[in-house]
């Protein structure tokens, strides 16, 4: 049952920006939304993760639609580095401390 | 050392074998958790672990499957008489324990092969 949808793949160029978008259309009005990447041969890493305004770090960017139906991840500057396996996760306020992750996105940079 | 460490980076066991996988926790982390990774899936949840009390095990496939945190500190996941399908990478999970608004940060895995 899972609580997002997010494409298989995409490529991007480096040095653009990488546009990685969700779905969570069942999401309530407790649960947050979490990005995670994993790149190859490691344990997933935490990139950001909001309620319901658009939050910035010096990783990504997160935007979220009005209605929390959705969400974009946005890499600024895409490197070769930034190539993994992107998560989008959804998670309660309280009560499940779990990560449920999904399949992801597989993200390839390009020179 | 800063991040969560786990032992060993590669196990291979012969099929019946028990293993045993340690985590290492980040200092004065209360949350443990441990998911199993199969090739080319996400992650899926074993096992929650706050402090020593074990609060959440609905993710251990079999009983074959057991956890300990006994000092609250260091983990160990056992598998007993191990299986091919038991052959995945083991994560280790840990946060401060301080609400939703933390991240989680990861070990690098064990990759249990079982032959």
């Known amino acids: 049952d899972a609580k997002t949808t997010q494409p298989p793949s995409m490529d991007c160029a480096e040095g653009r920006a990488a546009n990685l978008p969700c779905n969570h259309s069942t999401i309530s009005g407790n649960e947050y939304v979490y990005w995670y990447r994993q790149i190859h041969s490691q344990g997933p890493q935490y990139i950001i993760h909001?309620?319901?305004n658009n939050e910035t770090n010096e990783m990504a960017s997160l935007i979220i639609t009005e209605d929390r139906k959705s969400s974009t991840l946005i890499l600024p500057h895409a490197t070769l580095r930034d190539t993994a396996v992107y998560y989008c996760?959804?998670?309660?306020?309280?009560?499940?401390?779990?990560?449920?992750f999904g399949a992801g996105t597989t993200v390839t940079v390009r020179a | 050392g800063a991040g969560v460490s786990q032992s060993p980076r590669y196990k291979v066991a012969k099929r019946g074998q028990d293993v045993a996988l340690r985590c290492d926790p980040i200092?004065?982390?209360?949350?443990l958790f441990w998911y199993q990774q199969a090739l080319g899936q996400g992650p899926e949840f074993l096992t929650y672990f706050q402090n020593e009390a074990q609060l959440d095990k609905s993710g251990l496939p079999s009983d074959r499957f057991f956890a300990e945190r006994p000092e609250g500190s260091v983990s160990t996941l056992k598998i007993q008489r191990t299986q091919q399908e038991d052959s995945a990478v083991y994560l280790c999970a840990t946060d401060t324990g301080r609400g939703l608004n933390t991240e989680a940060f990861f070990g690098q895995g064990t990759r249990l092969t079982v032959v």
């Open positions: 909001g309620l319901k």
């Open positions: 200092s004065g982390h209360v949350s």
């Open positions: 996760i959804v998670r309660p306020y309280k009560g499940d401390y779990k990560l449920s």
